[in-house]
């Protein structure tokens, strides 16, 4: 921090932009430390339909290690203890969780809504965390180069929070990056997902599965009453896929899945289909003097996998452990910023490259190709050589680097 900036000696040590995982995670774990932090989020509450809904074992046991495991899977949830994929005929086990070195050996399948309820109502407890809704950042303040603070607007005007520390973590479209003019790497998607939900009946199978058929990709993840449904598109192709009607549209849904081909009628209209527009990037520099960026602020991630919030979680923690002592102390230095890039970007860029590599080795080939998908051939061995799966069980499930929750 530059010396005006720490002369000012804020109330509070950390301003989040941003109450996703990665900003209620981070608003907790600092507040645990006995670090001042408020968390803005610009929406009156957490509930948004088809956000990433996917609480992987690595971050199932950071609740483990908060203490809170038990009551969190308590709230409603899935257990996906195995991922699949159907290739044409051909069904292969991509990942088997089974044999993961954690507690909780499965995805646990659960509404965003409720895992940010539940982060919010623990940090709540510390005397330090305040949670302001309805509070959406639209600026930085900068003293002498240094980014002192955040420009919001609420219900009742504009506020400014002075802070000696602004975290972006708003997510792929963050404010807060580009008001800092950090440099964004564009990696590339070559495709778009539409999301939808169909009824589940009893006779469906309970498991959650992957389609590639020639020119589609369909994916089907058991959300117990309903499937939460995501149907793979090309880039930009929206308009395309609309001008052909929803009819076509049904129809090809009940190619795609069969069992719930009496059940397509339940996508009334457009309304009912959401479009999540990909993005696969992330910062040249997370950082400048007084700031930060985490979560998909600092690397917007592919679909791929559904690793994006437990990507996020890593950040948050890592963040905190790194981060909570100088910002308790007020001594929180250019270096200190560095190291969070440090341990988090090696991480960020082998996840990146493998959604990449299978960006191009599968969706591509599926939705560009008009004969039938054959499976990559690491998928085909994982067939016969079943330590595959557990090794992609392991990617998925804990990732790269995984971070664990500091001791206080």
Known sequence: MTNAAAAAA???????AGGG????MLGLLLARAGVTVAVLEKHVDFFRDFRGDTIHPSTLELMRELGVLDDFLKLPHERVERLSGQFG?????????????????????????????????????YPGFRLMMQTEVTDLIERDGAIVGLRA????????????????ADGRGSVVREKAGLPVLDLGAPMDVLWFKLSRAPTDTPESMGRFDAGRIFIAINRGAYWQCGYVIAKDSIERVRAAGLPAFRASVAEAAPYARDRVGEIAD???????????????????????CIGDAAHAMSPIGGVGINLAVQDAVA??????????????????????????????????????F?????????????????APLVVRLATR??????????????GVRPEHIAKT
């Open 10 to 16: 804020p109330s509070i040590r950390c301003a989040i």
């Open 358 to 374: 299978l960006q191009r080795r599968l969706v591509q080939r599926a939705l560009g190709n008009a004969a039938p998908v054959e």
């Open 153 to 168: 607007t609420t219900p009742k005007g504009q506020i400014e929070v002075d802070a000696g520390l602004v975290v972006g």
């Open 270 to 292: 457009w309304n009912d289909v959401k479009l999540l527009t990909v993005r696969v990037d992330r910062l040249r520099k997370w950082w400048r003097d007084g700031l930060i």
């Open 89 to 125: 005929t051909q069904r292969v086990v991509m990942a088997d969780f089974s044999r993961l070195p954690v507690h909780c050996k499965f995805i646990a399948m659960m509404p965003q809504w409720d895992f940010l309820n539940f982060l919010a109502s623990r940090a709540a407890a």
């Open 385 to 398: 050589l079943p330590f595959l799966s557990r090794l992609t069980a392991r990617l998925l499930g804990l």
């Open 21 to 24: 995982p990665a900003g209620i």
């Open 319 to 356: 963040t905190a452990n790194l981060l909570a002592a100088p910002l308790r102390a007020g001594r929180l230095a250019a270096s200190d910023l560095s190291r969070v890039q440090q341990r988090r970007e090696f991480p960020t860029r082998v996840t990146q490259n493998v959604q990449l």
